[in-house]
């Protein structure tokens, strides 16, 4: 999911968000394995005996901890630990049994049938099978404005819902009893018990919102279902969780406490490692300052880990100059990714000529030439003339606040102005801030990540399919790469498939309405005794098995 604050978050990586799945090239539904804690990291003998409080930083404030109203990394991280999907992704990378003790699924892989197992919110009230049915049909529900409410468009009938085209009742979610969750998709979806375990796939506890639509936004008001509570959130500063003792699974849990200051300075928040005030610095949560990776490489102390992202600009193609794709274009190509990669990120990212990441690549030659400046001045010239231009209107560069982003955008500023001979100015925002004004379309040029919500191209193409998508931003739309978007959802042969993604890959290329950067590592320091925390393959984290030595 998520956009990386850091991608996004790095949403989604250099400092960013995005959610984590697998095998979305799957042809049949996985059959969960049983979530036992055997299964995750274990914690040794020792672990029982220190006390058992986990210190990390975030970077920004969560925008929300409501998994309903979720759309970044920072926020899904804390709602990850604090709710239990119907599955919940394990260490192994694939998705377990969570809230559902039992799944069933029909031959046509159309219908799915949870058992809810036993379990309490933290507030003591009993998990049904209808706080998933409320939850789902709440964030397709138009008038929540639910930014993620695409990702359940696989359910029959969601996205008509959403668009105001059927009503929700017409929902393919239905709680048979407070034991039995009944759900029918659109087309056989075979990532689906990925879906389940993301945030916007997790329950609400219908009582408590309808008592207090502000629920999710203070401490004491906050009510999950998952491995942790909320003990205290002094916004801005700090964000304590402690061990929820009505969680199903607390056996599993090893720490008593995850204690999140809120540093926007990654120099800082370095130096509060070094001197013991943190566990962990880094991602996936925040980033690690530029300057300092060469000396943590040397001493051997950084972690990277390559996740399924990208970190991209977006244009708003519908302020000039970049209602112009020639415009779009020149600016894209014009850029030396790998320069901006050996001398400000250094920790093995890879230029992105496409949008799809390696992990789940269509096309392994990329789109286009990385730094073609004979083209991106031919394309630039031809663009302007069409617009009548001799000279391009003032430019803006819009990024949230990150000492890497602010990096990267002076460095690529500086390369439009000399290869261009473009002037571009560069206006920097606090994250929740920025977000809106994305959504709002008050941005020439934005930076934003996106770090995979499971493994397969959809994910990161779906993004772009309707003009007002939630997660959209660019205000483009194309019919054809709708289309084929929908072509591939009934395509069961995977290659035909994959041919008919990679042709939508090629018109969004075409048409640029973002621009490529680069695909994402992961970097982060840990103190030695911290285990257990496990890091999707997309960049998520999940504290739930984590504990210190």
């Known amino acids: ?25 799957q042809q049949a ?27 990390l930083n975030l970077h920004s404030e969560p925008p929300t901890a409501d998994p309903g109203l979720s ?19 394990g260490a192994d990378g694939k998705p377990h049994e969570a809230a559902a003790e039992k799944v069933e699924v029909s031959e046509d892989m159309l219908t799915y049938k949870f058992t809810i197992r036993d379990a309490k919110w933290s507030n003591g009230d009993p998990v049904t099978a209808h706080d998933f049915e409320f939850a789902w049909k709440r964030a397709l529900d138009p008038k ?30 239905k709680a048979l009893d407070d034991k039995t969750l009944e759900v029918k998709l659109e087309n056989p979806t075979p990532f689906f018990l990925e879906l389940t375990a993301f945030p916007t796939y997790f329950p609400v506890n219908k009582k408590v919102l309808e008592s207090n639509e502000k629920w999710a936004g203070e401490a004491k008001t906050h009510v999950g279902n998952g491995p942790f509570k ?9 964000l304590v969780l402690v061990k929820n003792e009505n969680y199903w699974d607390k056996d599993a849990v090893k720490l008593d406490r995850i204690e999140f200051s809120m540093v926007e300075d990654e120099n800082t928040e370095l130096s509060m490692f070094e001197n013991g005030e943190l566990d962990w610095a880094g991602a996936p949560m925040s980033a690690l300052p530029t300057d300092a990776i060469p000396a943590l490489k040397d001493q051997g102390k950084i972690t990277t880990q390559p996740i399924a992202g990208t970190y991209w600009y977006k244009f708003n193609v519908e302020k000039p100059p970049f209602d112009n794709v020639k415009i779009r274009k020149a600016f894209a190509y014009s850029i030396n990714r790998q320069a901006l990669i050996d001398n400000i990120l250094q920790t093995g990212q890879l230029p992105a ?59 690529i500023q500086d390369q439009w102005k000399k290869n261009l001979g473009v002037e571009v100015k560069l206006e920097n925002k606090e994250w929740k801030v920025y977000l809106e ?36 931003d660019t205000r483009w739309e194309n019919p054809k790469f709708k289309e084929l978007l929908n072509q591939s959802a009934l395509e069961a042969d995977p290659e035909k498939r994959k041919k008919i993604l990679a042709d939508a890959e090629q018109i969004l290329m ?37 504990y210190v030595e």
């Open 144 to 173: 929540t404005g639910a930014n993620y409410a695409y990702q359940l468009y696989y359910i029959k009938n969601g996205e008509k819902a959403n668009k105001n085209e059927a009503k929700l009742d017409d929902v393919g979610v």
């Open 1 to 25: 999911m998520k956009k990386n604050v850091f991608a996004l978050v790095s949403s989604i990586a250099v400092l960013g968000t995005a959610l984590a799945g697998c095998g979305g090239g």
């Open 71 to 89: 759309e970044d990394t920072t926020s899904a991280a804390i709602i990850r630990a604090t709710f239990d999907g119907l599955t919940r992704i």
């Open 230 to 238: 909320m003990e205290s959130w002094e916004h801005k500063s700090k």
């Open 437 to 472: 004004d994305m959504h709002e379309g008050n941005f020439q040029i934005g930076r934003m990540g996106w770090l995979g919500d499971f493994n397969d191209p959809i994910n990161f193409l779906e993004l772009y399919k309707d003009k007002y998508g939630g997660n959209n």
């Open 510 to 546: 075409d048409e640029m309405p973002i621009m490529p950067i680069y695909f994402y590592t992961n970097s982060w320091v840990q103190k030695e005794n911290v285990k257990g925390v496990v890091i999707g393959g997309l960049g998520d984290v999940d504290w739930k098995w984590a």
């Open 353 to 411: 000529t496409g949008a799809v990441p390696p992990s789940m690549v269509l096309n392994a030659n990329g789109y286009f030439k990385d730094n073609d400046l004979e083209t991106a001045k031919k394309l630039l010239e031809e663009g302007m003339k069409e617009k009548g231009l001799t000279k391009l209107p003032p430019i803006t560069l819009s990024y949230n606040t990150s000492e890497a982003h602010k990096k990267i955008a002076e460095a």
């Open 29 to 55: 539904a996985p059959a969960p394995a049983n979530n036992t804690s055997s299964e995750q990291p274990a914690a040794t003998p020792e672990a029982e005996k220190k006390p058992q409080v986990l210190k």
